[in-house]
């Protein structure tokens, strides 16, 4: 069993859909959560950081994370087209970042227009 | 944000050789690199952890005579691959933490590596 699972998808959606994106993991001393967009050819971009359970809202993302379950959920709410990207969940032990990440394998995200 | 820029973007190269992979940051002192490696529809894997200074901590299963990682300067760290097989042909990424940023690790553009 992998450490973190997540769909790869391709995910495609209308344009203004709520996308949901998930991922679960193995290894409960994961403290520190986190979702990277990642265009082609480039480097992941960080989109939210949270600390543990709870909810995190930022314009239109939303992160939940439920430690209990073990399972983490990024949603976008009203999705345009340069949303389409690939997502990618990752955790680490330590302060976010501070440790090096453990990666899922992304999920490839198309927003038709 | 913070600016994280690698060095090249991509490199084609003669099996046995070496290639080197340059990991700058370019708006703050970078006390911890990390380094990744991501073949085609898998994670990102860290491959090591390097402080400005000391040895790098190589992930297991990483071999570090193979994968050469200096630190040598807060701003930069490099990673050559030594003795390259197209096994190796893969997509690297660094990313830097530290100073101003905090823990926040920044990613850079990557390099994607093929062996011929």
């Known amino acids: 069993q992998k450490e973190v699972e997540q769909d790869p998808g391709p995910l495609s959606v209308p344009e203004g859909a709520i996308v949901s994106l998930n991922c679960t993991y193995s290894?409960?001393?994961?403290?520190?959560f986190m979702w990277y967009r990642q265009y082609s050819r480039k480097g992941p971009e960080l989109l939210m950081y949270t600390y543990s359970s709870g909810n995190k809202e930022d314009g239109r993302f939303t992160a939940q994370v439920d430690k209990s379950s073990k399972y983490i959920s990024l949603f976008i709410r009203d999705s345009q087209p340069s949303d389409s990207a690939t997502y990618l969940c990752?955790?680490?032990?330590?302060?976010?970042?501070?440790?090096?990440?453990?990666f899922g394998k992304g999920t490839h995200l198309i927003i038709q227009p | 944000g913070a600016v994280v820029s690698q060095h090249p973007s991509r490199v084609i190269c003669k099996s046995g050789t070496s290639v080197k992979i340059e990991c700058r940051s370019l708006?703050?002192?970078?006390?911890?690199m990390f380094w990744y490696r991501q073949f085609p529809k898998q994670s990102l894997m860290l491959m090591a952890t390097s402080n400005e200074g000391s040895k790098a901590t190589y992930e297991q299963g990483v071999e570090k005579d193979k994968f050469l990682i200096n630190h040598a300067s807060l701003t930069l760290s490099t990673l050559t691959v030594t003795s390259a097989h197209p096994e190796d042909s893969s997509f690297y990424i660094c990313?830097?933490?530290?100073?101003?940023?905090?823990?926040?690790?920044?990613f850079g553009q990557g390099t994607r590596l093929t062996v011929v």
């Open positions: 708006d703050f002192q970078a006390t911890t």
């Open positions: 290894n409960s001393a994961f403290q520190y």
């Open positions: 990313s830097a933490r530290g100073g101003r940023v905090g823990t926040e690790a920044f």
């Open positions: 990752a955790m680490s032990i330590g302060g976010g970042g501070a440790d090096g990440l453990t």
